[in-house]
Every structure is written in structure tokens, then in C-alpha cells.
């Protein structure tokens, strides 16, 4: 079945760090991609999503593309702060017949000031 | 942005007993989803429902496993009876479209079995 691979369970960053989380699927379709995120307390807050090949998702300062050759869509900020402090969940949307999303594992990122 | 509540937010009941967990979702979204997160461990498809009907369940939507949405009002998951692996948080979640569309997601529902 369809899956997604979060390579990094925890990273831990200072404010203005650079951020990359590592995002793989496996999909037999043409999946739409999306990036989570989850405080404390709270349910997943949808960050963004990208449908296609080569387009780019992105909001408040993260981003991430989605590439069909590497089946990838890694999330990327250029300078964190301490209130991203958070959950980050990659997930796939396997088609328009169905609503099911498959999450990754999650990956905990702390950010010190 | 949206917001979906979710009600209780922690439920503890005996093994065999019957529970219901509610949600209220978005108010114009037309499908609906619960979704099974036991600690430590990944976020799971449960149920997916539209137009008063399941569209598609997971392994884990068990027999005992029951959703509705009478009249517009509260979409439910109910558990009946309850076993010890039931216990995780239950999330609700709800879209407007199915696919590439985003689902926005309750505070979830910890379900405690003992």
C-alpha cells in the first residue's frame, strides 16, 4: 500500500537555523502531498499541499516541492523560531475517489532560543 | 482558520462498555473522517463518511465500530463494546472535497479502556 517516510524522529535547532525534513512516499498513483503540523494539545493543523509534479507548496516561511523523479517533498525554512517548536507530520492523499490521508511518523522539532 | 470540536476531550470507561465520541465539524465541509492515533505511534485512516454513508474504512474500523451523522448534527464514532486496544486519541477531521483537498482536524478525543 501507499506510505510515507519521515527520515528524522527529532531535530533540535537554534533560532535562525536553517530547517530541512526529509519526506519520501511511495504512492501507485498521483498523490497530492501535504505538510501537517501538530501543537501540543491540538490536532494537525494543515500547513500546505502540492498536487503536481514541480509545484511548490509553502506558508508561513516553510516550503517544500514536490518531486516526482525522486518521490520526494521535503520541508524546508530558512530561519526557524522558537515557536515552531512542533509536530511535523508529511502525509499523501491517494486520489480524488478517496479521502484517506497516509501520515509519516512525525518528526519533533525543538528550537532553542 | 476552520475549526472542528471535538467532545469529550477524555473519555476513561471499563473494557466491554459503550462509548460515543462527537464531533462537530466544519459547517459547509462534506466529508468526514476519524482517525486513530495510539502514543508514540502514527496517525491511522479510520472511516471516511459522505452523504450519510461510509465511502471506505481501514482494517481498523472494527465491526464494533459504528459512524453517523443524523440530521446535520454531531458526527459520532461509536465503539461498542470497547476492548483494551481501542484506548489512543481519536481524531475528527473534515474536508470540503475529497483528494487533493486539505482536512482540518479536532483537538482529538483520548480514549483511556481499562
Known amino acids: 500500500g501507499d506510505s510515507v517516510t519521515q527520515t528524522e524522529g527529532q531535530v533540535a535547532l537554534s533560532e535562525e537555523d536553517f530547517l530541512t525534513i526529509h519526506c519520501n512516499y511511495s504512492?501507485?498513483?498521483?498523490?497530492?502531498l501535504f505538510w501537517y503540523v501538530q501543537y501540543p494539545g491540538e490536532g494537525p493543523q494543515f500547513l500546505f499541499r502540492?498536487?503536481?509534479?514541480?509545484e511548490k507548496g509553502s506558508s508561513r516561511g516553510f516550503e517544500a516541492t514536490y518531486d516526482k523523479g525522486t518521490t520526494s517533498f521535503h520541508l524546508r525554512k530558512a530561519s526557524v523560531q522558537e515557536s515552531d517548536s512542533a509536530v511535523y507530520y508529511c502525509?499523501?492523499?491517494?486520489?480524488?475517489?478517496?479521502?484517506?490521508?497516509?501520515f509519516g511518523d512525525g518528526t519533533v522539532l525543538t528550537v532553542k532560543p | 482558520g476552520p475549526k472542528v470540536l471535538q467532545i469529550p476531550s477524555h473519555q476513561i470507561i471499563d473494557m466491554g462498555q459503550m462509548v460515543t465520541l462527537n464531533c462537530d465539524p466544519v459547517?459547509?465541509?462534506?466529508?468526514f473522517y476519524w482517525y486513530k492515533q495510539i502514543l508514540g505511534q502514527q496517525m491511522e485512516f479510520l472511516v471516511n463518511f459522505y452523504n450519510g454513508k461510509v465511502m471506505e474504512k481501514s482494517k481498523l474500523f472494527k465491526d464494533q465500530f459504528s459512524v453517523e451523522r443524523p440530521d446535520g448534527s454531531y458526527f459520532t464514532l461509536k465503539i461498542q463494546p470497547t476492548a483494551l486496544e481501542d484506548s489512543a486519541v481519536y481524531f475528527c477531521a473534515s474536508s470540503f472535497g475529497q483528494g487533493g483537498y486539505e482536512q482540518y482536524f479536532g483537538p482529538g478525543t483520548r480514549l483511556t479502556v481499562l
Open positions: 502540492a498536487s503536481r509534479d514541480k
Open positions: 459547517s459547509n465541509h462534506l466529508y
Open positions: 504512492a501507485s498513483g498521483y498523490p497530492a
Open positions: 502525509a499523501l492523499g491517494e486520489g480524488t475517489n478517496t479521502g484517506k490521508l497516509t
